[in-house]
């Protein structure tokens, strides 16, 4: 069956890995994201989302079919909702949106949203008026601290720790996949802690040695993350350390650089704070 392209109709659309009743949830779609449809069975759309990366399964009844120049719009030019959560208010109805939605033809007060008009009196910002900068990606993700983990998850219902981040770089126009297995090949190595900066992305094990956990580096040495909720936690060159806890959770594998480069005079520093290690193990390790 030809793709027809379409947008996400409701707030959140469940990304199922495969068709149900054996389903998984892979991800989800907020309002107004584009998606291709594959085919369609029994109520469900295949869809390729994550700009051709990933396949999954949503219901059909939360995709709204949509004109070739608005799916590239939505896909490229968007406006977002700022606001955790926010409402879209029409004559008869209301509807939830969260950070990051997509709102379509949104003029400053009012979308367009299935032929209806709808208000939206939230903060939201055009995609062209936002600049690819470190501290204004981190000033947005601290809004998420404390939000629960949600593996999938896109909203402030709950939150998967690739997905944070992948939201987060998205709003700045950066092409951040939703799962681990495609970043690998994707960013600037940062070889040596000596070289990080604020909004690099850290990439951790659990001490099992595959990659599975990722985090923003944030000035003072500490890491925004996503481990059983929201969280910032101390980061050295070794790993997360839980100060909860009182030892490392995560062990530090790689960093890679997303944004452009900073100014020499805002490298951050990832000291030799809860061990001693010897000079040479200061070299991060590689894929």
């Not at 208000?119 to 990606?137: P, R, T």
């Not at 998420?144 to 909203?155: A, K, N, Q």
């Not at 092409?175 to 690099?200: K, M, Y």
Request: proline content about 5%; glycine content about 8%; aromatic content about 8%.
């Amino acid at each position: 069956m030809p793709s027809v392209p379409a947008i996400g109709r409701y707030t959140v659309a469940p990304i199922w890995a495969r068709s149900r009743p054996q389903s998984v949830m892979l991800s989800q779609l907020l309002l107004g994201e584009a998606v291709e449809i594959l085919d369609r069975a029994d109520g469900m759309a295949r869809v390729c989302f994550d700009r051709g990366r990933q396949e999954g399964f949503v219901n059909e009844d939360q995709l709204l079919p949509v004109a070739d120049t608005v799916y590239h719009k939505q896909l490229h030019e968007p406006a977002y909702a700022l606001d955790l959560f926010g409402m879209l208010m029409g004559d008869s109805f209301a509807m939830p949106v969260t950070f990051a939605a997509r709102l379509p033809a949104y003029d400053g007060l009012q979308l367009n949203h299935d032929g209806q008009r709808l208000l939206y009196s939230g903060q939201a910002v055009l995609a062209a008026d936002l600049a690819q900068d470190a501290a204004l990606m981190l000033r947005f993700g601290r809004k998420w601290l404390y939000v629960s983990e949600l593996p999938g998850g896109r909203t402030p219902t709950g939150v998967g720790n690739v997905e944070l981040v992948q939201l987060l770089l998205d709003l700045l126009g950066v092409n951040f996949p939703r799962s681990l297995a495609s970043i690998t090949t994707e960013g600037v190595n940062v070889d040596f802690v000596e070289q990080c900066q604020t909004g690099d992305v850290a990439f951790f094990d659990a001490g099992k040695g595959a990659v599975n956990h990722v985090g923003l580096l944030l000035p003072g040495s500490e890491v925004l993350h996503v481990s059983g909720r929201v969280r910032i936690d101390a980061v050295d060159h070794l790993g997360i350390f839980n100060r909860e806890k009182g030892r490392y959770t995560h062990r530090l594998r790689v960093v890679k650089r997303f944004l452009p480069d900073a100014a020499l005079t805002q490298p951050i520093s990832l000291d030799d704070r809860f061990v001693e290690q010897p000079e040479n193990s200061r070299q991060i390790l590689i894929f």
